[in-house]
């Protein structure tokens, strides 16, 4: 495998730093083949720290060139050197540390450090890239105040940017130029930022509540500058938000926004200097999609509440990365459903949540949202720290109620600013603001795996009582084989015959009046615990998990008629979409079954009916109508057969299908008239309304064109007049999916002639060709790894060809010849020596082996070909040593 093991790092070895630095002074040199960094450090020992402790700097890939302690150059005998580390054993209790380094921006393909994105420098730091720029205590505790200088060419890089506030610019002669750039706020390294290059920009202004001036800029290429405008939209709203929901103000001068094309992640919420991804900052109309223009807005928002969770209350180490990632997402969440359709929003979070966080619960990578060990911190930020955390964070919120959860905020804001703190310093103030206990809550950052909740109702019609039983486990994970109960809140309401019944617990006072007395939110803290409901004066339905109050797999035993009542008349939106996927969940058993036994699928008319009256039904939201007729994706319904046993992808395949098949036979007609009674002509707009009649119409057209030709013809036609990127895609998809293979080629052929000029909507089209369900789309993917349209080293095009093939197209991915396999791993390979991030994250699909039956060895065959590579990546060999031994 690897010449040595990498290192294992635990929480419990956590210790503070032996030293601070206060003032951290970088000058950078740019130059076309290498970059020169000085840095000088004022450092002093931390009084907290151990006594008497070297002086012990992190580094990587860095050529020093000089380096001296208060001006004293010193000798190679002075100072050890090691390929990751700088120690200095002799130091003075408070001293300056200068070094100069020379690194090599141009050559760095791993995006992390100082790196080249076409024509630009820039950087990205987190978790640990800034050890590849200069020696530093590069550890989110230790945070300093920055003077930068940026010295570079001045035609080529007329604009550079780093964070904080501008001082004046120099030009130097000789075609050169100096920026100067102060940060006041004390950050760790991790939010350092400097951008280099030929960038135009928009610029706004945003007036604060207590009335400053906030200058706001988003850099681009000048072929770009067109794209801005949402993004600004999304930045203004996100401030004025964190404002009046949270109180958080804006602190510095200026904000800027720069977009990169070469980018390892989303976003990154760098002090007063966010980056972003340009797939995640860009739209217009005739690019984007509607999912597009939502992703940016929530992004923007996201990197921007960063500003306060994250940047001026920071991690004191990445253990505790949920600590800012689980709050954040929390608030991007409350954000985007304040911007749009609440319901909608959450129905989409529990799909994510469902379909990638469950699944990483239940596999080999599964941990806390607080971790205990890593070997690779990159490999962290998943599913589990974000979503998962923001759903413990939304917990709290229910458990303490809107008004004593902002108590508890503002005091973790004003007690914690400027300081590097822990996930229990969060809970803490939680506590200590709102007076209730969270002891047994804390479980859900220490405990890995997703909690099983199943419900039994028993209505007792003499004594008008109504008794729910909540039962809870939580399966072993690595490492953690048993589990104790968790805090569960547990909102529900009784569905009767006329709608939602009161509720009244046998504790309380019959005369107990609330102002929403349908709406009941328990807390189930032990293993089994049972309510008694009493005034219940018939047998009602339970809506539980009402908004999906907690992150737990619920089971309760529902009959199809008990689904089909939720689904029409429950007035919790949640309920009303979860109704309709337990019942399409059976209904996909069925055909299974059925397939399996050579028989005809028959689906079920009460699910045909149900999905009839939802499309009849002008009243409902149409972008809820369209997530109640989305089936299961096949993802989701392989990791639900993974734990029966296992899953056949094959089967998930034909049966959804069938269904599907049947869904669009059945009511041919009333998705015709759905289509038509939806189609527009009002300009293109990204606001909820229109977003959610163009997703329902093109749920609509999805079905018709499966349906047959008079559908096909629809999409083509669609194809031809889209005045928007939604319909367009929409249009292609259903054309490239379910049309004949010259339909298919020829329809992809005319839609890249037209985009080939807009990267990311290449993306998209490569995107949409790795999830066709074709029998060769492997081999076009491969051959599209030739196309000029693509390029290994932009990890936005690996995630669109090879990210969807793996992850989104199962019944290729999972060719019974092992093929999808192969191909994997010859990536992996390839990207290893280039990229780490990437690669160990492109590997995930080989990680679940266990759950594909009749695969298994066929998958772990490729994991032990890569693990008995030499010089695997530490990114990569985690992975594949977690995958391994489970
Ligand atoms: N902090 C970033 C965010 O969630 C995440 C991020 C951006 C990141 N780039 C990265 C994480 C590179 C690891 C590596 O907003
Ligand atoms: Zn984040």
């Known amino acids: 495998m690897r010449d040595a093991q990498p290192q294992v790092i635990q929480r419990k070895d956590y210790r503070p730093p032996a030293f601070l630095i206060e003032r951290t002074e970088l000058g950078f040199e740019l130059h076309e083949d290498h970059a020169l960094v000085n840095a000088c450090l004022h450092l002093r020992r931390n009084p907290e720290g151990e006594p008497d402790a070297a002086l012990e700097l992190h580094g990587q890939e860095l050529e020093l060139l000089s380096l001296s302690l208060d001006g004293r150059e010193l000798a190679p005998g002075e100072y050890q050197l090691s390929a990751e580390r700088l120690v200095v054993e002799a130091v ?348 047994q809550f804390r479980r859900w950052y220490s405990q890995a795996g997703t909690p099983r909740l199943s419900a039994r109702g028993e209505y007792d019609a003499d004594a008008q009582r109504y008794t729910l039983s909540l039962r809870q486990s939580t399966p072993p994970t690595p490492g953690q084989p048993d589990k104790e109960p968790l805090m569960i809140p547990v909102a529900l309401g009784l569905l009767g015959a006329a709608g939602n019944l009161p509720l009244r617990l046998t504790e309380e006072a019959p005369d107990t009046e609330t102002a929403d007395n349908t709406h009941r939110v328990l807390v189930l803290a032990e293993a089994e615990q049972t309510f008694c409901f009493e005034g219940v004066m018939e047998a009602p339905v339970p809506a539980l998990l009402r908004g999906f109050s907690a992150p737990v797999r619920i089971e309760y035993d529902y009959s199809s008629a008990d689904l089909c009542a939720l689904m029409s008349r429950e007035e919790d939106g949640f309920v009303r979409w979860d109704a309709a996927q337990q019942l399409a969940l059976r209904v996909l058993d069925a055909a299974q079954e059925q397939l399996a036994a050579g028989a005809p699928v028959e689906v079920d008319p009460l699910y045909l009916d149900a999905c009839g009256e939802l499309l009849a039904d002008t009243a409902l939201d149409p972008a809820m109508v369209a997530e109640m007729l989305r089936l299961p994706g096949e993802g989701y319904l392989a990791e639900l057969a993974a734990s029966r046993g296992g899953a056949d992808v094959d089967a998930i395949h034909a049966a959804r299908n069938a269904v599907r098949t049947a869904l669009a036979q059945r009511h041919a007609a009333a998705f015709q008239d759905c289509y038509q009674r939806l189609a527009s002509s009002e300009p293109y707009a990204p606001d909820s309304a229109q977003i959610g009649a163009r997703s329902l119409r093109n749920t609509c057209l999805d079905y018709l064109a499966l349906a047959g030709d008079e559908g096909l013809e629809l999409a083509a036609a669609q194809f031809a007049d889209a005045g928007n990127m939604s319909d367009r895609l929409a249009a292609l998809q259903a054309l490239a999916y379910h049309g004949s293979a010259a339909q298919r080629d020829a329809t992809l052929e005319w839609f890249y002639q037209d985009w080939q000029h807009e990267t990311l909507v290449v993306n998209q089209w490569l995107q949409v060709q790795a999830t066709l369900p074709a029998a060769d789309t492997l081999e076009r993917v491969q051959r599209l790894l030739q196309h000029p349209a693509f390029d290994s080293r932009n990890p936005n095009k690996l995630r669109a060809l090879i990210g969807a093939f793996c992850s989104a197209n199962p019944v290729n991915f999972h060719r019974a010849d092992g093929a999808g396999y192969r191909f994997l791993a010859d990536r992996i390979e390839e990207l290893d020596a280039r990229n780490p991030q990437i690669a160990a994250r492109l590997l995930t699909p080989l990680t679940k082996w266990r759950n594909y039956r009749g695969r298994e060895q066929l998958m772990r065959a490729q994991l032990q070909r890569l693990a008995a590579l030499p010089n695997v990546s530490r990114d990569v060999y985690e992975v594949l040593d977690k995958a391994l031994a489970s």
């Open 92 to 439: 003075p209790e408070s001293f300056q540390l200068r070094s100069q380094v020379r690194i090599r921006p141009q050559d760095n393909t791993a995006l992390d450090g100082l790196y080249k994105s076409r024509a630009m420098f820039c950087t990205q730091c987190e978790a640990e890239g800034f050890r590849k720029i200069t020696w530093y205590l590069d550890r989110p505790d230790v945070m300093a105040e920055f003077h930068v200088s940026i010295e570079a060419d001045q035609g080529r890089y007329p604009v550079l940017l780093s964070n904080g506030n501008p001082l004046a610019p120099e030009p130097l002669g000789n075609g050169r130029h100096r920026a100067r750039w102060h940060d006041p706020f004390p950050k760790p390294a991790y939010l350092f930022a400097l951008v280099a290059g030929d960038l135009r920009h928009i610029e706004d202004k945003f007036r604060t509540a207590s009335g400053r001036d906030v200058t706001l800029r988003i850099y681009v290429e000048e072929k770009d500058l067109d794209k801005c405008d949402h993004a600004m939209l999304s930045l203004q709203q996100s401030m004025r938000w964190d404002e009046e929901v949270y109180g958080r103000e804006y602190d510095l001068d200026v904000f800027h926004i720069v977009a990169v094309d070469d980018f390892n992640m989303g976003a990154m919420e760098n002090k007063g200097l966010n980056i972003f991804n340009s797939s995640c900052v860009l739209c217009s109309p005739e690019i984007t999609t509607d999912a597009g223009f939502e992703r940016v807005q929530s992004i923007v928002a996201h990197e921007y509440f960063h500003n306060w969770s994250g940047n001026r209350v920071t991690c004191r180490d990445w253990f505790q990365l949920s600590l800012k990632e689980g709050f954040t997402v929390f608030r991007d969440e409350a954000f985007s459903a304040d911007m749009g359709s609440a319901t909608v929003k959450r129905v989409e979070e529990v799909n994510t949540l469902r379909s990638a966080q469950f699944a990483e619960d239940a596999g080999p990578m599964s941990h806390p949202v607080r971790p205990d060990s890593f070997v690779e911190i990159s490999n962290f930020y998943t599913a589990t720290i974000y979503q998962k955390g923001a759903e413990v964070v939304r917990m709290i919120h229910t458990l303490l109620g809107p008004e004593r959860f902002r108590q508890g905020s503002d005091l973790y804001f004003e007690r914690h600013d400027g300081q590097a703190v822990t996930c229990e310093d969060f809970v803490l103030a939680m506590e200590e603001a709102s007076g209730m206990d969270l002891t």
